[in-house]
């Protein structure tokens, strides 16, 4: 392989840019361990010829994706959680009447017919909450946000009522 010569390629496509100044950018954070302020961002941004009206839309739409991403995060999070706690169910459900069907007979009979059928269910329940994509996952995410949305809703107006009151 030979070293890099700057003049080998006479132009790069848009995501190339993009790719090698977060790469070059990422690399100079590191070694100065450092985070950027929003005058030295907005002065890369005159260096690039960016108008700050551009870039304080670009900022604005960083801010919608950066949020949204968090809400997923927290989404994936809760929906972990809530899986932890049926696997949980499951395994003191099904512990409970193996000990229960061992102590009456002396061995395991019906009761492993119920550990198979919870254990279908407990199957299809990975199916329904592991993937991350599509549409089922979708309309999961919008719903939980909804509730989410409310329940902030109601929380700010209620402290905002208790406030009130204590005036």
């Known amino acids: 392989m030979t070293a890099f010569e700057p003049n080998s390629l006479s132009s790069y496509s848009q995501e190339d840019v993009q790719r090698i100044l977060q790469l070059a950018i990422a690399r100079q954070a590191d070694e100065q361990d450092k985070e950027f302020s929003y005058e030295q961002l907005l002065e890369i941004a005159t260096e690039l010829q960016i108008s700050p009206d551009n870039l304080k839309l670009a900022e604005i739409d960083w801010r919608s994706q950066h949020n949204e991403l968090r809400q997923r995060q927290a989404f994936n999070a809760y929906r972990m959680t809530k899986f932890k ?3 949980g169910n499951y395994a003191i459900v099904n512990g409970f009447l193996l000990l229960i069907d061992f102590v ?6 019906w009761s492993l017919y119920f550990l198979l059928f919870c254990g279908l269910v407990l199957g299809l329940d990975v199916w329904n909450t592991f993937p991350t994509k599509g549409e089922d996952y979708e309309k999961a995410f919008q ?3 909804r509730k989410h ?3 902030q809703t ?3 107006f209620v402290s ?3 406030k009130a009151i204590q005036i």
């Open 160 to 162: 905002k009522w208790f």
């Open 154 to 156: 109601i929380n700010s």
């Open 149 to 151: 949305q409310i329940k």
């Open 104 to 109: 009456g007979g002396g061995t395991v009979t």
């Open 85 to 87: 706690k049926r696997v």
């Open 143 to 145: 719903r939980w946000n």
